[in-house]
């Protein structure tokens, strides 16, 4: 059986200096989180004149942004026709283009900083099984060029070995501005670049209560209790019961990853030419992607739960990759491991302000690019450098039937399985 382990990590440890920062009297601005989205605000804030502490509970980055799929695609989880019928044309199309703006972005990062992690705009393309994804994935191309002057290339049966090396799809949509790097490189140069502008990371430090007071929060963690001008909360998926109302309109999930052992490049190209990013067009979707070694990564779920065995998701896996690709048979999965997602109700990200303390969470598995985009934003917002952003601008959902267990996950399993069975 695979190792239990995520595979990026082992493959690149965190630098041991980063997180050892001692825990400060006071801060200007205290980040609990040090997923992309804490780190990215601590880079703008800091870079800005500000004191910034970032905490986490556990390990320096160790939730879900230093071991994902490392995707870097645009769009949102909810669809640009969707999100342009529930805000209006000029705010749903504000949403989604700063989805391509979050790319450009990681692009400059990784630039800017010098931060050598992989990082390709190779592309990325949705998948399909079906005649009538080939047609709905036309209808989605060309409202996109006509509403949002946007363009997605639209690929059928007879082309799809351009794209990839299965039987098992019919039709795909491209995006060429897509791309993928290697997430632990990413996380932990952006931690070394928060550093180097002067901002704190301390890890295994567990917030256990924030109290306003006159000049700011008294913010007590299991290291001890720093006094902070501002609080920013960037935990998505990880998000606890510290701020109940936060908490009530982000529900985890879980995301569940393998990869093969090394494949070579003449197979993997045959695989997955061109090095795009790809994902099956289903709720339940799959993501796929070579790693710069040349593994195959797949990723997905059979359930929505967080804590499914290690051990049973490598099976299951194990043989969706065989669907697609026979010729992997023999092939031999590394690492089998997991991170949570953090989904809206609405599916679209989210800033805002409760009591004063800033969030920026729910990127309903597009943390990579639009995590980084909005600890960006965020910190705009807080130093006055932005007068406004469109994720600050919409309403943050919550349900009556949801408190603090997310009770209702079998349920919505269920469904999701009935609509990709008879979709």
């Not at 995707?71 to 026709?81: C, E, I, N, Q």
């Not at 749903?92 to 800017?112: C, N, P, Y």
């Not at 931690?191 to 002067?198: F, L, Q, W």
């Amino acid at each position: 059986m695979p190792r239990t382990v995520p595979f990026w990590t082992e493959d690149f440890p965190k630098p041991t200096a980063l997180g050892t920062d001692d825990l400060p009297h006071r801060t200007d601005v205290a980040i609990i989180g040090s997923g992309v989205t804490g780190l990215a605000a601590a880079r703008r804030l800091a870079r800005a004149g500000a004191a910034v502490t970032v905490l986490d509970s556990g390990p320096l980055s160790g939730g879900a942004s230093s071991i994902s799929g490392g995707m870097t695609t645009t769009g949102l989880k909810a669809s640009a026709p969707e999100v342009v019928a529930r805000y209006g044309k000029e705010r749903g199309l504000a949403l989604w283009h700063a989805s391509h703006r979050a790319v450009d972005l990681i692009e400059e990062i990784v630039r800017d900083d010098s931060i050598e992690c992989d990082f390709s705009r190779s592309g990325g393309a949705g998948l399909g099984t079906r005649d009538r994804d080939l047609r709905r994935f036309q209808e989605s191309a060309k409202w996109l060029r006509d509403h949002a002057d946007y363009r997605m290339r639209v690929v059928g049966p007879s082309d799809m070995r351009t794209v990839v090396g299965s039987d098992q799809f019919v039709a795909a949509y491209i995006d060429d501005r897509s791309g993928g790097l290697h997430p632990a490189k990413f996380t932990y140069g952006l931690a070394a670049s928060v550093s180097r502008s002067g901002g704190l990371l301390v890890e295994r430090a567990e917030v256990t209560s924030i109290d306003r007071h006159a000049s700011g929060y008294r913010v007590a963690t299991t290291k001890g209790a720093l006094s902070a001008g501002a609080v920013l909360v960037a935990t998505n998926g990880y998000t606890g019961p510290l701020l109940p109302q936060i908490r009530r309109g982000i529900v985890p999930i879980g995301s569940y990853i393998v990869v093969t052992e090394r494949l070579g490049r003449e197979l993997a190209e045959r695989l997955i030419p061109s090095n795009r990013m790809l994902w099956t067009s289903r709720r339940f979707l799959n993501y796929f992607r070579r790693t710069p070694d040349e593994r195959l990564l797949m990723g997905g779920r059979q359930s929505l739960r967080t804590d499914l065995d290690l051990e049973e998701s490598a099976r299951r896996l194990g043989k969706t990759i065989v669907d697609f690709f026979p010729d992997l048979a023999g092939v031999s999965l590394t690492h089998s491991w997991s991170g949570r997602l953090g989904v809206t109700f609405d599916l679209v990200p989210h800033i805002g302000r409760l009591e004063g303390i800033w969030y920026a969470l729910g990127y309903s598995g597009h943390g990579m690019p639009l995590g980084t985009y909005l600890g960006n934003e965020v910190a705009g917002l807080m130093t006055g450098e932005l007068e406004g952003s469109p994720f600050a601008d919409i309403p943050y959902p919550t349900r009556w039937y949801y408190r603090q267990r997310p009770w209702f996950l079998p349920l919505a399993t269920w469904w999701y399985r009935l609509v990709d069975r008879i979709g």
